[in-house]
Structure formats: C-alpha cells, structure tokens
T-cell receptor, first 112, second 114 residues
C-alpha cells in the first residue's frame, strides 16, 4: 500500500493567490482528516470527513478555507485568497472507523 | 478550553536509559489517548492507543500509562537507542460526536545520545 498521498509536497505562492492541496487516502479507509502544523500552534485539526461527509469543520480558520471530498479516494483543501499567515505544513490523514490515523508526508506551503 | 501540555519541549538522554515523556491535560475527559512519533520532514506515525479504562499498555520497548484521576499519561521507551530520537506527540480523543477529533500536544523532542 502506498499510504496517504499528498500533492504537491511544496508550494510557494504569492499573497492573494488560490492554493489547492490534494490528498488520496488509504484505500478502504472511511475517515479523512486535514491538519495544519506550525511551530507556534503545533498540529491542529482543520476538518474531518466520515464516508465523504464533513463532520466537523470547526477548526477551519475562516471562510478563505474550504475542503471537499467528492469521493472516497480524493479530497482537496483550498485557500482563496492565500495570506502569509497561512504558511505552514498541511497534513492529510486517514483512518478506518476513527482508529489510528495514518498521515501523509505533508505539503509545505509558503505564502509570500 | 481544553489544554494539553507535554512536559518539555526537549529531552536529552543517554543510550540505554529509559526515556519518560509526560502528557497532561485539563478541561477534558478523553475516551482515548494516542501517542505518535514524528521525524523531521515527515508526518506523524501512530505508536500506541490507550483507552480511558486501561491503566497501562505495552508494545515492545514502549509502555504507556493513563491516569484519568491525575489527567496524565506517561510514555516510556526502555533501552533507548539513537534511532528513537524524534518528536513524540500525545493526542486526546473524545466520545461519540468527538470521536476522530484528535487534539494534539505540541510534542517533546527526544534526543538519545550514543
């Protein structure tokens, strides 16, 4: 199994641009999570899905952030417009019925 | 609001010794507590899960304890090796509707010197 796949691994963009992060969970997993990690705040849950349905998006910082899961094998996290304070490492994780979570390698986002 | 504290940002120990990491929490009654390992440039990797009605769990050289009265978990690595050097994160998970919603501590960076 390839594990959780995220793309891109690195993204550098300018303030105001739209950023789309992509995630392919492990096949057979029914829960998907998006996290953001910074030195200051640590690892924070942004949103998670069960069976492709968003369950809790209370961690999404503001309306500039949106996430979708159109099917069981793909999810996106979009930031529009991006700001320098969005710079962080974004992780996607998946699990089977909310047991141990398997994390992807992360996307390091830098907004200039 | 919920708060998780891991005892220190960094812990340095000598190879062969036992490393003990602490996770304290307040304003929360977790159903589960999980420990993850994170290496630089990588995502966290699951190590152990302990339920609120379990006192201790072991896996090879790892041991986790969970004291819901003290609101504390201890994570031990016995016979530590330089390869154990990493950041270790504890995470709390609630009941029912909060299941799956992990709240992570900021981690403790462990360095094992040969």
């Amino acid at each position: 199994d390839a594990g959780v796949i995220q793309s891109p691994r690195h993204e550098v963009t300018e303030m105001g641009q739209e950023v789309t992060l992509r995630c392919k969970p492990i096949s057979g997993h029914n829960s998907l999570f998006w996290y953001r990690q910074t030195m200051m705040r640590g690892l924070e849950l942004l949103i998670y899905f069960n069976n492709n349905v968003p369950i809790d998006d209370s961690g999404m910082p503001e309306d500039r952030f949106s996430a979708k899961m159109p099917n069981a094998s793909f999810s996106t996290l979009k930031i529009q417009p991006s700001e320098p304070r969005d710079s962080a490492v974004y992780f996607c994780a998946s699990s089977y019925f909310n047991n141990e979570q398997f994390f992807g390698p992360g996307t390091r986002l830098t907004v200039l | 609001s919920q708060k998780i504290e891991q005892n220190s940002e960094a812990l340095n120990i000598q190879e062969g010794k036992t490393a003990t990491l602490t996770c304290n929490y307040t304003n929360y009654s977790p159903a589960y507590l999980q420990w993850y390992r994170q290496d630089p440039g990588r995502g966290p990797v699951f190590l152990l899960l302990i339920r609120e009605n379990e006192k201790e769990k072991r896996k090879e050289r790892l041991k986790v304890t969970f004291d819901t009265t003290l609101k504390q978990s201890l994570f031990h690595i016995t016979a530590s090796q330089p390869a154990d050097s990493a950041t270790y994160l504890c995470a709390l998970e609630g009941y029912g509707g909060s299941q799956g919603n992990l709240i992570f501590g900021k981690g403790t960076k462990l360095s094992v010197k040969p």
